[in-house]
């Protein structure tokens, strides 16, 4: 976006806003956003304009074990800089959990050089509540599973005894 027009820009964050449940970021210089989309105030409970100029607020949102990874991603340098993903989770202002994917894209400028980083972020906290409910699910199927084996293992081992003690008297 750095070699965009304005009315490119513009027309690109007219359509990031009408987005729902993304917030993307551009910061030309680590910790410093040049835009914050109008999602971002659906996944951090926050209007942007709370973080755009102070990055340790945007950090305090960051569910503390998550927050080092994130200084890290913020404070890095170009050549620490490097297109990823990752899941994280943000606290909201009334202490409920969001989790969100984090794509972190460099755009380079002419010469090869980090110019601006884009962070798309996407909320899959339904993703994350869907997945645990199958992962207690599975551990209770494997927990009847284990009680079903048992409880039929006592009986066939007397079956198979007494089938082996028909075979010898037979």
Known sequence: MSNASL????????????????????????????YISAGFEGIWGIP????????????????????????KNI???DQG????????RVVQPDGSVRW?????????????????????CTDITEQKQRERTLEIQT???EEFASV???????????V???IELARQDC
């Open 7 to 34: 009315g490119e820009r513009r027309n690109f964050r007219a359509l990031v806003d009408q987005l729902d449940g993304v917030a993307l970021w551009t910061a030309t210089r680590p910790g410093e956003f040049d």
């Open 48 to 71: 942007p304009e709370d973080v755009k100029d102070d990055v340790t607020r945007l950090l305090d949102t960051i569910h503390p074990e998550d927050r080092d990874r994130v200084r």
């Open 75 to 77: 404070s890095a340098s």
């Open 81 to 88: 800089l490097r297109d990823e993903a990752y899941e994280g």
């Open 100 to 120: 969100v994917l984090t794509r972190q894209i460099l755009l380079r400028d002419d010469d090869g050089e980090v110019s601006e980083v884009v962070g798309i």
């Open 139 to 141: 551990e209770r199927l």
């Open 148 to 158: 079903v084996s048992h409880d039929l293992r006592n009986p066939l081992n007397v």
């Open 160 to 162: 198979e005894g007494r």
